[in-house]
C-alpha cells in the first residue's frame, strides 16, 4: 500500500511559477514509476509528465514539454513538478500517481495503481 499527499499548487498569474510536490509513504518509492495527471473540469484527464523509478528516464506531454520538468528525489520518497511559464490552459487539478515494482510505466492513467487526492492550480490571465 502506498499513499501519495500532493502539495504546492494555487494561484499564479499567466507566466508565473509552481512547484509542485508529491510525498510518498511506503517502501517501495524507489521501485516505483511515478507521474503526474492533470484534469480540468468538464475534460478528461490528461497525461501531463512521468518519470522512471531511478529518474533516468522523463517523458513530457507536447503541450507542457519545454515548460514542466518532472524530477525525483527517492531518499525523500518525493516527486516533484517544477511548473514554468504557465498559462490558463494549465489551470486544473494535478494529482501524482505511482506504479509499483515498475521501472517506466507510460502515458495510461489505468496503469497507475496509486493516486494521490490532488491539488488546484489556477493560472490567471
Known amino acids: 500500500q502506498v499513499q501519495l499527499v500532493e502539495s504546492g499548487g494555487g494561484l499564479v498569474q499567466a507566466g508565473g511559477s509552481l512547484r509542485l510536490s508529491c510525498a510518498a509513504s511506503?517502501?517501495?518509492?524507489?521501485?516505483?514509476?511515478m507521474a503526474w495527471f492533470r484534469q480540468a473540469p468538464g475534460k478528461e484527464r490528461e497525461f501531463v509528465a512521468t518519470?522512471?523509478?531511478?529518474?533516468?528516464?522523463?517523458h513530457y506531454a507536447d503541450s507542457v514539454k519545454g515548460r514542466f520538468t518532472i524530477s525525483r528525489d527517492n531518499a525523500k520518497n518525493t516527486v516533484y513538478l517544477q511548473m514554468n511559464s504557465l498559462k490558463p490552459e494549465d489551470t486544473a487539478v494535478y494529482c501524482c500517481?505511482?506504479?509499483?515494482?515498475?521501472?517506466?510505466?507510460?502515458?495510461?492513467?489505468?496503469?497507475?495503481?496509486?493516486w494521490g487526492q490532488g491539488t488546484q492550480v489556477t493560472v490567471s490571465s
Open positions: 511506503g517502501r517501495t518509492f524507489s521501485t516505483s514509476a
Open positions: 500517481a505511482a506504479d509499483r515494482q515498475s521501472y517506466y510505466t507510460g502515458t495510461y492513467p489505468h496503469k497507475y495503481d496509486y
Open positions: 518519470i522512471s523509478w531511478n529518474g533516468g528516464r522523463t
